[in-house]
């Protein structure tokens, strides 16, 4: 069983990913992870993120670097956006995905591009959503969590902006797959929006 999860940034994919994997039993390979790993070698390389040659130059970054927690910071999440947008970044990423995605009995995906471009022939697609407020407000907690010093209004234009340059690029947009479930997790708490997701799959599998 194939299972893609897309959805924009601080929806709760990747929660809600990580905890499918775990119920079936699955391989899970959070995507975005790879286009950050791609953001901070562009900068380790001291490139620049928005140049095309310098991004898909950064393609080639050391596979320990996936292990840094650096590459969970809010910068790192806009070079990632920033490099993304480079369609011969996203060509160079694509086998690894797509070997992963079609590895013997199955795996989990997180990411924008799953269900749409990685695996199209994706059994579950899941698009899971939620207001910008509601992801804001998640992402604050979390960063005052680590005693970052942010504001709700910061984090919000953050994510709308980073949100505009996903849903707009030309090269695998944000968008849902015209069969894909959509999960909205505004209002919906954690174990809630993984109870939702493991009933939409019972339904659609
Ligand atoms: O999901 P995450 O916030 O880690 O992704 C960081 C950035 O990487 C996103 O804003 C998006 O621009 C890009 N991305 C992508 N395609 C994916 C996963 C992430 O373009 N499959």
């Known amino acids: 069983m194939i299972i893609a999860v897309d959805g924009p940034t601080a929806s709760g994919k990747g929660t809600i990913a990580k ?17 950050r790993a791609v953001g901070y070698q562009v900068r380790a390389n001291g490139g620049d993120a928005n140049n095309p040659d310098d991004a898909l130059a950064a393609t080639l970054f050391p596979e320990t670097l996936l292990e840094n927690p ?29 070997a992963f995605a079609t ?14 471009v ?6 579950v697609k899941l698009f899971v959503t939620a207001s910008v407020d509601a992801r804001a407000q998640r992402r604050f907690n979390e960063m005052q969590g680590r005693g970052e010093n942010v504001t709700l209004e910061t984090i919000a234009e953050d994510l709308r902006r980073r949100d505009e340059r996903d849903s707009t690029r030309a090269a695998a947009p944000l968008i849902p797959a015209p069969d894909a479930f959509l999960i909205d997790t505004s209002s919906l708490g954690r174990d809630e929006a993984i109870a939702a997701a493991i009933a939409a799959i019972a339904e659609i599998t």
């Open 70 to 98: 650096e590459l969970r910071s809010e910068s790192m999440g806009g070079l990632a956006s920033r490099v993304s947008a480079h369609p011969a970044v996203r060509e160079a990423l694509f086998d690894r995905q797509r």
């Open 103 to 116: 590895q013997a009995g199955g795996a989990v995906l997180d990411g924008r591009d799953i269900g749409t």
């Open 19 to 35: 905890a499918l994997a775990a119920h079936y039993g699955l391989p899970h390979l959070d995507t975005g992870l790879l286009y």
């Open 118 to 123: 990685i695996a199209p022939e994706a059994d």
